[in-house]
């Protein structure tokens, strides 16, 4: 199990950027695959984007695809999420997950251990 810590999220207007960061801790970080997920108020948690163990693979969701590159640091044991030309559609709590193995997925079902949230507001 790894424990998961989101930060970076708040209040942007339309065309701003915020950077996600999640800080992983409890097992090796580069065993596992991680990825956002987003929920937005009245809806069902979606995904947005997943990284390989590597760096090197990145799935996105189409509504994101260009606009919120993911990353990594196994270093620092931290994934990022930087999230450019907000829009108010992209207002969600917005999660950190990690499966093990090095296979993208993108339910939220194949994903074992989960952050607490962070919320991200975009509004004028």
């Known amino acids: 199990q790894v424990q998961l810590v989101e930060s970076g999220g708040g209040s942007v207007q339309p065309g701003g950027s915020l950077r996600l960061a999640c800080a992983a801790s409890?097992?090796?970080?580069?065993?596992?695959?991680m990825a956002w997920f987003r929920q937005a108020p009245g809806k069902e948690r979606e995904f947005v984007a997943a990284?390989?163990?590597?760096?090197?693979?990145?799935s996105y969701a189409d509504s994101v695809k260009g606009r919120f590159p993911i990353s990594r640091d196994n270093t620092k044991n931290t994934v990022y999420l930087q999230m450019n030309s907000l829009k108010p559609e992209d207002t969600a709590v917005y999660y950190c997950?990690?499966?093990?193995?090095?296979?993208?997925?993108?339910?939220?079902?194949?994903?074992?251990?989960w952050g607490q949230g962070t919320q991200v507001t975009v509004s004028s």
């Open positions: 997950a990690a499966r093990v193995g090095n296979a993208l997925r993108s339910r939220q079902s194949e994903y074992g251990d």
């Open positions: 409890g097992r090796t970080f580069s065993n596992y695959v």
């Open positions: 990284i390989s163990w590597s760096g090197a693979t990145k």
